[in-house]
């Protein structure tokens, strides 16, 4: 007799393992079923994020970055360190893993705190709301479900003209796992991976060159934040090379040379390791029976409706299977939301308020919508924006690369994007996330109480700029 649960997950990243807790929580007996194996061959839960993306990347960013500062910075404070500094690149790769293996091992027990069945191996939905278990061992077991969420997540992209080898051709998992730091260091793509990847290192000593195809960098986010985060990567030692199409890479040893087209024509450069960084897709492959009755797209993502239900009534799809951003906390807020429809609740999810995040240095986040979005959609807007220069938290810190800018509607003064480059970038941003999630002013802002000396004041004279009433800088005159 076939295991039956209320809901069954398929995979344990951060929205599968958050929908089956919250699942348990209330009162739904739950499965998880996840497929992924550490380098001892035990099953680790948390899926990319936790095992070889968000976590492990943030972990090898601090490392890198308190480096850096020993380096370079530290004589700013009045502290002299005889001697070189030296990086143990092993004892910065093993701290990563033991984050990694810390926080997978706390999934496990909050499964089992909160009576979360979990199941290892591949899932695989076939029809009328049945699962197909495949254990590591080959063997098979089908379990039944009221509900089934489909959480498997993503993986890299491959690219033909930079085949990976995870030896010198590597991608963001293989990043993550360097020995020694290479000499010469490219990275194909300026996307959050690619840019995070690439500082590590380049804060190691590597000399980073990344190639990215697009002529604009990072046209996601505001032009003025992506500018002042060109300039400031430049002068951090990154070649970034726009409108770089790379055409092939051959392996020469233990070096790889790269082809690229851009506005001068053929070019060709050389390597001693490559990341491949330009996206992720989908993991469906094999996730579906052929009558599941599951629709999938033509790059793999699965068909949902505003309240991640499929084609299929009680299958639902969450995170980076769906449509929107491919963030952790979206996926995590996904499941929360899917769940709590189980259960009859009405809960929607504000798709327009998910922060975006680049955890370089200076960081990178913002919420809401750009200036040149919002221009673009005929919408007349007031600006402010608060240099770190002009805040004394940053002075202290040595710290004042960036600005603080809040977008407000110029006839309702209701705050409509909170951008932020320069030091807790994402912290600022979530302060005026929760804001604009109660409808609130650029005035509102202004005429609350921050204390002094914080980085949050910066928002708070970003807000009061928008208006023309900044106090710790010069106000812009009105036209």
Request: some cysteine.
């Amino acid at each position: 007799m076939s295991q039956k649960f209320d809901v069954v997950v398929i995979g344990a990243g951060p929205g599968g393992y958050v929908a089956a807790i919250k699942a348990a929580q209330l009162g739904l007996k739950t499965a998880c079923i996840e497929k992924y194996q550490d380098k001892e061959g035990k099953l680790a839960l948390g899926g990319t994020c936790l095992n070889v993306g968000c976590i492990p990347s943030k972990a090898l960013l601090d490392s890198s970055w308190k480096f850096y500062e020993a380096k370079n910075q530290f004589n700013v404070h009045g502290i002299s360190i005889s001697g070189d500094v030296q990086m143990d690149v092993a004892a910065m790769v093993g701290r990563k893993s033991q984050i990694v293996k810390g926080l997978t091992g706390g999934v496990a027990s909050l499964f089992k705190a909160n009576g979360v069945t979990s199941l290892q191996g591949h899932g695989k939905l076939l029809a009328g709301k049945k699962v197909e278990l495949t254990k590591p061992d080959g063997t098979t077991e089908v379990i039944e479900a009221d509900n089934i969420i489909l959480a498997s997540g993503s993986r890299p992209i491959d690219i033909p003209p930079a085949p990976v080898d995870q030896n010198v051709i590597v991608d963001s998992t293989g990043a993550l796992e360097f020995q020694s730091v290479p000499e010469r260091l490219g990275v194909i793509g300026a996307g959050v991976i690619g840019l995070e990847l690439g500082s590590v290192w380049s804060r190691l000593g590597s000399k980073v060159t990344v190639l990215e195809a697009l002529e604009k960098f990072l046209p996601a986010a505001d032009e003025a934040v992506s500018k002042e985060a060109q300039k400031t990567f430049t002068k951090q030692g990154l070649d970034i090379k726009l409108g770089a199409r790379v055409t092939g890479s051959k392996v020469n040893g233990n070096e790889v040379v790269v082809n690229y087209t851009d506005k001068d024509g053929e070019q060709n450069i050389t390597f001693d390791r490559l990341i491949v960084a330009v996206g992720r897709r989908p993991v469906t492959t094999d996730l579906l029976a052929s009558d599941s009755g599951v629709d999938i797209d033509e790059r793999g993502f699965i068909f949902v409706n505003d309240q991640c239900e499929t084609s299929v009534p009680g299958v639902y799809a969450i995170g980076d299977v769906v449509r929107g951003l491919m963030l952790a906390h979206k996926a995590s807020e996904e499941g929360i939301m899917v769940v709590e429809r189980i259960k009859g609740h009405k809960t929607q999810m504000n798709y327009d308020l998910i922060p975006s995040v680049i955890y370089t240095h200076p960081e990178i986040a913002w919420v809401g919508k750009t200036e040149q979005t919002l221009k673009a959609e005929g919408v007349e807007v007031n600006v402010g924006q608060f240099p770190f220069a002009a805040s004394g938290r940053a002075m202290a810190a040595n710290d004042t690369g960036g600005f603080v800018k809040v977008i407000a509607d110029a006839k309702t003064d209701r705050v409509l994007g909170v951008h932020v480059i320069g030091p807790g970038a994402a912290e600022l941003v979530q302060q005026g996330a929760i804001g604009m999630e109660f409808g609130t002013s650029a005035e509102d802002i202004g005429m609350m109480v921050f204390s002094h000396p914080t980085l949050s004041e910066a928002l708070h004279e970003a807000a009061l700029a928008v208006n023309g009433h900044a106090i710790h800088i010069q106000n812009k005159k009105k036209r």
